[in-house]
């Protein structure tokens, strides 16, 4: 059942909120090694009065897990949606689709396997979480470069 064509106002709407998305579920991936790094410089000059979390554990507040994650899976169901919306243009069966609705399953997992535990674990005052953050943000970065590729190129099409 065709809903939209490619160039209608109902394609473009589900399109740009899925660019939305996107921007919302990524952006904590890339700003979060600089926050890291300025939260840690600042943490080795206490400032007096201030008894609030310091360094990498005054983070956690700001990247909201549950925004995020939403936003991640948001993000794949408006391109789902968009494939469904495609006039034909674009099919479930082609290579690149499968390949992006993998990747996706993975990014998926990565954060609210690995990530969120991670944070929560970073809020409780264990170091270790810090490495392991660094890590599930770094593959986030991967996957996304991954389905960026895919999504442009289209491979097997």
């Known amino acids: 059942m065709l809903l ?5 106002f109902g394609y473009r709407l589900f ?8 921007v919302a579920a990524f ?6 090694p600089v926050l890291n790094r300025h939260a840690r410089l600042n943490a080795e000059t206490p400032v007096e009065g201030n008894a609030g979390p310091v360094g990498s ?9 549950f925004v995020h994650g939403s936003a991640i899976v948001l993000a794949g169901l408006f391109g789902f949606a968009l494939i469904g919306m495609s006039s034909e243009a ?9 390949m992006g609705l993998v ?13 969120v535990p991670a944070q929560r674990a970073l809020r409780e005052g264990k170091v270790a979480a810090e490495q392991r953050l660094a890590m599930f943000y770094g ?16 491979p097997g099409l």
């Open 4 to 8: 939209a064509s490619a160039d209608s």
């Open 15 to 22: 399109f740009l909120l899925h660019i939305v998305a996107v």
């Open 27 to 32: 952006a904590p991936a890339f700003v979060w």
């Open 57 to 65: 554990a005054a983070l956690t507040g700001v990247m909201n897990p």
């Open 90 to 98: 674009w099919k479930f069966s082609q290579t690149w689709v499968s």
């Open 103 to 115: 990747l996706w399953f993975i990014m998926i997992a990565i954060f609210f396997v690995g990530l």
């Open 139 to 154: 593959s986030l970065h991967l996957l996304l470069l991954l389905q960026l590729i895919d999504m442009i190129w289209k």
